[in-house]
């Protein structure tokens, strides 16, 4: 049997293969269904193959996507950080300009309010001494200034030019410990002279004891150093105590010498004008030029010495 198998083998091979095929026809047949069982079983198997290969294809597509937009983010976050920086940048110079025209616009209703010739100039610099008081201006000599002309704020006087050159200048701050200033009180006229201490607080000098000086009030130049206009407001009486033979007076200059930036420097050294009062340049800096020119006087002339004589003796000049 082992021989005619050995013997017919191909053909018993072939006869069993046309016989499955047969098979899988008719079973096929019966089934009423035009795609061939073979095709069946490659799907059955080739499938899940495919689900598995699609589900890593779309993974990595995820992957790369994310990645993708990830350096878009990051890229879109730098560029709204460099904006943000940039408007920041940009606010802070519109704040500086907005603080800069407030202050040029106070400046310049306190200058249409002055009866006085006066030239606008900026701080630029400052001594670097701590012991010196000086401030550095951008107008020298090329714009007209000269020593000893007086230095003005809305607020009040800060000192007086010391050197002058071409383009710039040196002012002497009222608190430098050689700077002197012949001034009054406002209420009650009593004279005196305020002296610098290389500190915040100043001195009012040569008021002898028994004058009723009152705390709080204002301190104004009296003219007679034929330096400083009369009139213009100082500072303000925050101490006042019996010496030896004058008594100890603590003033607070009213004008921020720490924050200047914009100032008036008077051209007309020594004119004696009196101002209607001393707290109206800081009470009324805002109102325009016209309003209180109708209720001014016109200009006053210079006069070699005031009608009333001060109580204590003058001091000497101001500065070396």
């Given at each position: 049997?082992?021989a005619?198998?050995?013997?017919?083998?191909?053909?018993v091979?072939l006869a069993?293969?046309l016989?499955?095929?047969?098979?899988l026809?008719?079973y096929?047949?019966?089934r009423?269904?035009?795609?061939?069982l073979i095709r069946?079983?490659?799907?059955?198997v080739?499938t899940?193959?495919?689900r598995a290969?699609r589900?890593?294809t779309d993974?990595?597509r995820q992957v790369?996507h994310g990645?993708l937009?990830?350096?878009g983010?990051r890229?879109?976050?730098?560029d709204l950080?460099r904006?943000l920086d940039q408007?920041r940048?940009?606010t802070?110079?519109?704040r500086?300009?907005?603080?800069?025209a407030?202050?040029?616009?106070?400046?310049?209703?306190f200058?249409?309010e002055?009866?006085?010739?006066?030239?606008?100039?900026?701080?630029i610099g400052?001594?670097?001494?701590?012991?010196?008081?000086?401030?550095?201006?951008?107008?020298g000599s090329?714009?007209?200034?000269?020593?000893d002309?007086p230095v003005?704020v809305?607020e009040?006087?800060?000192?007086?030019?010391?050197?002058?050159?071409a383009?710039t200048?040196?002012?002497l701050?009222?608190t430098d410990?050689?700077?002197?200033?012949?001034?009054?009180?406002?209420?009650s006229?009593?004279?005196g002279v305020?002296?610098?201490?290389s500190?915040?607080?100043?001195q009012?000098?040569?008021?002898?004891?028994g004058e009723?000086?009152t705390?709080?009030?204002?301190?104004v130049?009296?003219?007679?150093d034929?330096?400083?206009p009369?009139?213009l407001?100082l500072?303000?009486?925050?101490a006042?105590r019996?010496?030896?033979?004058?008594?100890?007076?603590?003033?607070?200059p009213?004008?921020q010498?720490?924050?200047l930036e914009e100032?008036l420097?008077v051209?007309e050294r020594g004119?004696?004008v009196e101002?209607?009062?001393?707290?109206?340049?800081?009470?009324d800096a805002?109102?325009?030029?016209?309003?209180?020119q109708?209720?001014?006087?016109s200009r006053a002339p210079a006069?070699?010495?005031l009608s009333?004589p001060?109580?204590p003796?003058?001091?000497?000049p101001?500065s070396?």
């Amino acid at each position: 049997m082992e021989a005619v198998f050995s013997r017919h083998r191909n053909r018993v091979i072939l006869a069993f293969v046309l016989l499955a095929q047969l098979s899988l026809l008719a079973y096929q047949f019966r089934r009423g269904e035009d795609v061939p069982l073979i095709r069946h079983g490659t799907m059955y198997v080739v499938t899940p193959a495919q689900r598995a290969m699609r589900a890593v294809t779309d993974a990595f597509r995820q992957v790369v996507h994310g990645y993708l937009d990830l350096r878009g983010a990051r890229r879109e976050s730098q560029d709204l950080a460099r904006e943000l920086d940039q408007l920041r940048i940009e606010t802070q110079r519109l704040r500086r300009e907005a603080s800069q025209a407030r202050r040029l616009q106070t400046l310049l209703d306190f200058r249409q309010e002055l009866p006085l010739q006066t030239l606008a100039a900026q701080v630029i610099g400052s001594g670097g001494n701590e012991i010196s008081h000086i401030v550095i201006l951008d107008k020298g000599s090329n714009a007209g200034l000269r020593p000893d002309l007086p230095v003005i704020v809305p607020e009040g006087v800060i000192g007086k030019v010391l050197r002058v050159f071409a383009d710039t200048s040196q002012v002497l701050l009222i608190t430098d410990a050689n700077s002197g200033v012949a001034s009054l009180l406002e209420g009650s006229r009593i004279h005196g002279v305020l002296r610098g201490t290389s500190r915040p607080l100043s001195q009012l000098a040569y008021v002898v004891n028994g004058e009723a000086v009152t705390v709080g009030e204002i301190l104004v130049t009296s003219g007679e150093d034929r330096i400083y206009p009369k009139g213009l407001p100082l500072a303000v009486v925050v101490a006042a105590r019996p010496g030896p033979e004058f008594q100890e007076i603590e003033v607070q200059p009213l004008a921020q010498l720490n924050r200047l930036e914009e100032v008036l420097v008077v051209l007309e050294r020594g004119t004696s004008v009196e101002l209607e009062s001393a707290s109206q340049p800081i009470q009324d800096a805002g109102t325009t030029g016209s309003a209180r020119q109708a209720n001014q006087p016109s200009r006053a002339p210079a006069t070699p010495a005031l009608s009333r004589p001060a109580s204590p003796p003058a001091s000497p000049p101001n500065s070396p």
